[in-house]
């Protein structure tokens, strides 16, 4: 699995193209990140950036965006319908594969304390990123937005950011956090009489006694009211469902819904589920839309990999299921952290177990990485193996290829290997402390990684034969030794946990 982390910046800036153009242009500089979508609005004069990436490079495509909007946007001249404190106004994390929202608050952190201390502006955490519950909500932070900001900043102890300067400066401050998925979502009325928006944005918003997963506003865009919003949990407060009731309220006063829009990117999933309520297909099941049967096909898909391994092929081959065992170890240890954090029994281990999380989610990463490093290292050897050898020097170029790619394809296992035992000792961790519910999840883990380490060594030990460097051959051998001596004893203390916890 990909790691992959999304960053959706807003700019205060949705009139000049040259500024917006300017901005996105630094964060698609950065290496590894795609820039999905970029939404300008002249009313709002706002733009809103979609980035997807690996943690590290969209943390730094989000500060180079953030210093050049410094740069170039003045908040002293700057206006506009939407509610705002600086130039760069909100840069929430969302977490797409293979991270945890605990590794993107610490990216928050460190994005809020390099913006702070390089670019001089205040910072302010919200979300799960938070520091104080009344942070928590976007809106609370921006409340009165820049230019009361601008009167309480320094005078006000509960104005004082969470890094950066208890001062403003012509960029205005910026608002950093985590967050599950948004959908940006607006519904337009068949009327220019903006209390009519108004009214219908109280009635749905949460904060108001509407639904719980809804914040909202009336506003004036071009002339027609609209209902702006922001749908922060769309399996729990589906997108339909709001529409209705936009389409009820406006109906009291005389209005209809003219048209919707979507700002940057929605998950398929929320309009998959809008289809199905407004079509009635109360017998839907995703398998009937044909882009999905034709993604399960992808070698990367669970199924597709069986069928790969079951091809007449030689990768993927043993190697990579060994990988694979081990990612899957680190799966069920995650899952065992999932159902024990949160619960008031175990509050006493909350740090101890989330940090197993952390940990068993990176291997899950690396050993998934594996999987194709073992292939790749095979087809390797197999390439140098079909080199010319007709001459002397041939003869030799392909030997010394045929060395090295050997050598690569005992250090892939070899690895595979270290980080199955790793594996190992976080379930370990999850067997005695997580949910005793789950116990024999986490034994499953422990055995899932030793059959990783078993079937890894098996392939170090066989390309290990043909390797000429005494030295590093032995070397393998004594660690592949250390190895399983110290998984024997981890998949003991596995197994009578499991025993013990679970009353097997």
Not at 116 to 124: N, T
Not at 255 to 266: D, F, K, Q, S, Y
Not at 351 to 368: G, H, Q
Not at 455 to 482: F, P, Q, Y
């Amino acid at each position: 699995m990909k790691t992959l982390v999304e960053c959706v910046p807003n700019f205060s800036e949705g009139r000049d193209m040259e500024v917006v153009e300017a901005i996105v242009a630094e964060m698609r500089a950065i290496s590894e990140v795609q820039v999905l979508d970029v939404e300008s609005d002249a009313d709002h004069n706002r733009s809103v950036v979609t980035l997807v990436g690996p943690p590290a490079a969209v943390q730094e495509a989000a500060f180079q965006g953030i210093k050049k909007a410094a740069e170039l946007i003045d908040m002293e001249e700057q206006e506009g319908e939407h509610p705002r404190l600086g130039a760069t106004d909100v840069v929430p994390f969302v977490p797409i594969s293979g991270v945890l929202m605990n590794e993107l608050i610490a990216l928050a952190n460190d994005l809020g304390q390099r913006v702070g201390e390089e670019l001089g502006i205040p910072v302010y955490l919200y979300e799960r990123a938070a520091t104080r519950p009344d942070r928590e909500n976007l809106e609370d932070i921006r409340r009165g937005e820049y230019e009361l900001l601008k009167e309480e900043i320094g005078e006000n102890p509960d104005r004082d950011p969470d890094y950066g300067p208890a001062e403003l400066g012509k960029a205005g401050a910026t608002v950093i956090g985590v967050r599950p998925f948004l959908i940006a979502f607006n519904a337009y009325l068949n009327t220019d009489d903006v209390s009519v928006a108004r009214k219908i944005a109280k009635a749905i918003r949460h904060s108001s006694g509407g639904y719980r997963y809804v914040k909202s506003m009336g506003i004036i865009v071009a002339g027609q009211a609209q209902v702006s919003m922001n749908l922060t949990n769309f399996p729990r407060t589906p997108i339909y469902r709001v529409v209705e009731t936009i389409r009820r309220e406006a109906a009291r006063y005389g209005a209809t819904i003219t048209h919707t829009e979507l700002v940057g990117l929605t998950p398929q999933r929320a309009l998959i589920e809008s289809a199905q309520w407004y079509l009635q297909l109360d017998l839907f099941d995703s398998d009937q839309i044909l882009e999905n049967k034709l993604a399960a096909m992808d070698e990367g898909a669970p199924m597709g990999f069986l069928d790969a391994v079951a091809a007449n092929s030689p990768t993927p081959g043993g190697g990579s299921v060994a990988a694979l065992a081990g990612a899957l170890a680190s799966a069920l240890t995650t899952m065992v952290g999932h159902v024990t954090i949160g619960k008031r029994r175990y509050a006493d281990v909350h740090e101890e177990v989330s940090e197993a999380i952390v940990a068993s989610e990176k291997l899950r990463r690396s050993l998934t990485k594996r999987m194709r490093e073992d292939s790749a290292a095979f087809d390797a050897m197999m390439a140098a193996f079909r080199l010319p050898k007709s001459t002397a020097k041939e003869k030799a170029a392909r030997q010394e290829e045929i060395q090295q790619a050997t050598i690569k394809a005992a250090e892939v296992p070899l690895a595979t290997a270290r980080e199955a035992l790793a594996a190992m000792e976080q379930a370990l961790i999850v067997a005695r402390k997580g949910n005793e519910n789950a116990v024999t999840d986490a034994a499953t883990a422990g055995w899932m990684a030793m059959a990783a380490i078993q079937g890894a060594s098996l392939n170090v030990r066989i390309n290990a034969k043909t390797v000429k460097d005494g030295e590093k051959r032995a070397a393998w051998l004594d660690e592949l030794s250390h190895i399983q001596t110290r998984a024997d004893s981890l998949l003991a203390q596995i197994q009578e946990t499991a025993v013990d916890r679970g009353g097997l």
